[in-house]
């Protein structure tokens, strides 16, 4: 089989349709639990350090080995089950606990700064080992996705399946707010931790998070005087590019210089996750969060250095969809052959940490399922063999879920290229149709308040108090701070896959402030299931260029990059756009202040739908 056009699964590639249908099913195991030899060792990396291994040893000689390195503890029960299965499948497992967490050398965690260095060191170490045959692979996802792409960097790696995990490619221009605190003060060493799971502190802390999250920063923050006595050269510049110079110059450290210098420009006696998420007020928006993963000036160049053929692994409700699909699409551009052609891309109906689209999983079990590692452990033994034995080729481009139908579907690019662009507009009465405005409409106008914001239900998030996915939304969408255009009942199915965005003609009063649009599935029932949502801050409207606050009462054409979905919206069915300005505590909320010191002020907002200002949804819609 080679790649093929657009089409289901099963049709092209039924052995993988089979493993799919039921992700929990394993091979056979070529050994028994007791044949199997654990053993901890401490791997040193290049400054000394030593960090925790567990190494999964099957009998006979040399093995291919899978190598996976966590923050959150290599002997969790599930991780060691997860080993065991495939060291009794004939791999050789590398567990290694990241610097500053669990058995590991020191006793303080940087989050991750350190990881660069420490994951090409690991590999290194790996090839050197009597029992390693030359093939090694990467697992695992999230932080421990993040830490394959920077094994990739060594060329002994031979492929990556990082889960839920890109290159910092995508940008985001509000800011994560939940889970963030849970995370920092429980994950690694430290004595500010608290020694309680994230996934039980998120809910303990909760009160906290819904009290905070207030974003007012000045348009340009300045920096600490420490900085700018380091650097003399930063008095010279605009602040725009002032940022960009200290981000070139950051790239250019030691991972140990890397994390000094964000101490140094938050204070703060160790680098968290949520000092990371702070530094695009250092270094601009345009450097998102995973940037920090294998810190680079040049994208094109970073990817070019790239070793191991990449088996991407997402879901249509991560919190990270975004980055991605801008990762696969900087790889297909940039990346060197014969990796870019030896990479595929696994978009599965999950979230972040858990199940993402429900309806109809009574039917369908693989919707119960995360899809990630140790929910589709015999995907990635698959995909690790088909490696090794040079087969890359037999397995599609693309293979993805298509929600409402539940089915699995192929492709042979993303986007898809057989896809066609529609457009549903924007109308009066809240309709949403395909027809383009003609004339004078009246615009729609609502307020948002910041101390009342509008509440984060299901999505694309990462949370352990609020279900993420496909939520039922049609209660937030009554309140006053919401206006939803929704189209006709639908007498056909339309099948939308692809890459989604709103284009909003709006005002405000305000300088600065925050733009959410979601699309929801309409059933008959009235139900309004989140598909998916995306949010832009004002100020970053411009997204390659300079930060520029609002002239209120001014009209602006606006982008809100919605990311992408593949969903079938049935007949009788309906589509339905809805625009507020905030969706939290998912990201934090926008004070309306534009920088300027004082309280939280409400903004009056106005939405533009007539001849002038056609604002608009844009799908991709498969013939």
């Keep these: 089989m080679t790649n093929t056009k657009s089409g289901r699964l099963e049709d092209v590639a039924p052995d993988l349709a089979k493993v799919l249908k039921r992700p929990e099913v394993l091979a056979s195991p070529q050994f028994g639990a007791s044949d199997i030899t654990v053993q901890t060792v401490m791997v040193p990396m290049r ?17 291919p080995a899978v190598a996976m390195r966590t923050p959150y503890g290599r002997g969790q029960d599930p991780s060691v089950s997860v080993f065991m299965a495939l060291a009794r499948r004939g791999f050789v497992i590398a567990a290694q606990d990241c610097r500053g967490t669990g058995g590991s050398e020191p006793d303080d965690f940087d989050y991750y700064v350190r990881e660069p260095e420490d994951s090409y060191d690991f590999v290194e170490w790996i090839s050197q080992q009597e029992w390693f045959d030359g093939f090694v692979g990467g697992a695992g996802g999230s932080y421990v996705g993040q830490t394959q792409w920077q094994m990739a960097v060594h060329p002994k790696m031979s492929t990556i399946i990082p889960e839920v ?123 998102s969060h995973d940037r920090h993963t294998l810190p680079h000036t040049q994208m094109e160049e970073l990817v070019g250095s790239l070793h191991a053929p990449v088996l991407f692994s997402t879901g249509w409700y991560d919190w990270g969809l975004n980055d991605a699909f801008a990762t696969w699409d900087l790889i297909q551009r940039a990346a060197p052959e014969p990796m870019r052609s030896n990479c595929r891309l696994f978009v599965a109906p999950s979230a972040h940490n858990m199940p ?19 929910a589709n452990l015999e995907l990635q033994r698959r995909w690790n063999e088909t490696v090794r034995g040079g087969e890359v080729s037999t397995w599609p481009t693309v293979i993805y879920y298509l929600m409402g139908a539940n089915e699995w579907r192929t492709a042979d690019s993303w986007p898809i290229s057989e896809a ?64 939803t255009y929704t189209t006709a009942l639908l007498d056909q199915d339309i099948d939308v896959v692809g890459p989604l965005r709103v284009i909003l003609y709006a005002a405000s009063n305000v300088t600065d402030t925050d733009f959410v649009c979601r699309l929801t599935d309409v ?52 589509l339905r756009v809805d625009i507020a300005s905030a969706d939290f505590p998912r990201w934090d909320r926008n004070t309306n202040r534009g920088g300027e010191p004082g309280a939280p002020i409400p903004a009056e907002q106005t939405i533009y739908h007539d001849a002038e200002h056609p604002s608009h949804l844009e799908v991709q819609i498969l013939p």
């Design 47 to 63: 400054d000394g350090i030593r960090l925790a291994t567990d190494l999964y040893l099957p009998p006979g000689g040399p093995a």
């Design 165 to 287: 995990s890109g290159l910092g490619v995508g940008i985001n221009t509000a800011r994560l707010h939940m889970f963030l605190n849970a995370f920092t003060r429980s994950v690694g060493k430290g004595e500010d931790k608290l020694g309680v799971p994230f996934e039980e502190l998120e809910g303990m802390i909760l009160d906290e998070t819904l009290a905070t999250g207030y974003f007012n920063e000045p348009l340009n923050k300045p920096l600490p005087d420490t900085v700018l006595k380091r650097f003399p050269e930063l008095q010279e510049l605009s602040p725009w590019k002032a940022k960009d110079w200290l981000w070139a110059r950051y790239c250019s450290l030691t991972c140990a210089g890397r994390a000094d210098f964000i101490k140094e420009v938050t204070g703060a006696p160790r680098v968290s996750i949520v000092d990371i998420e702070s530094m695009p007020a250092t270094f601009g928006h345009r450097i």
């Design 356 to 374: 993402g689209y429900h309806e109809g999983a009574d039917r369908h079990p693989e919707l119960r399922h995360s899809f990630r590692l140790g």
């Design 420 to 483: 066609t662009g529609v457009r549903f507009y924007l109308g009066s009465g809240g309709t949403l149709s395909t027809d383009e405005p003609q004339g004078e409409s009246v615009p729609d106008r609502y307020t948002y308040d910041p101390e009342q914001p509008t509440p984060t239900v299901g999505g694309s998030i990462v949370s352990y108090v609020y279900p993420p996915g496909s939520a039922d939304v049609s209660e937030v969408q009554q309140r006053p701070d919401v206006l």
């Design 523 to 574: 059933f008959p029932d009235g139900r309004a299931i989140q598909i998916q949502n995306g949010a832009l801050r004002a100020r970053y409207r411009n997204t390659y260029g300079e930060p520029e606050l609002l002239e209120p009462g001014r009209v602006y054409q606006l982008e809100i990059d919605m990311w992408a979905t593949a969903n079938r919206f049935k007949a009788g069915h309906r």
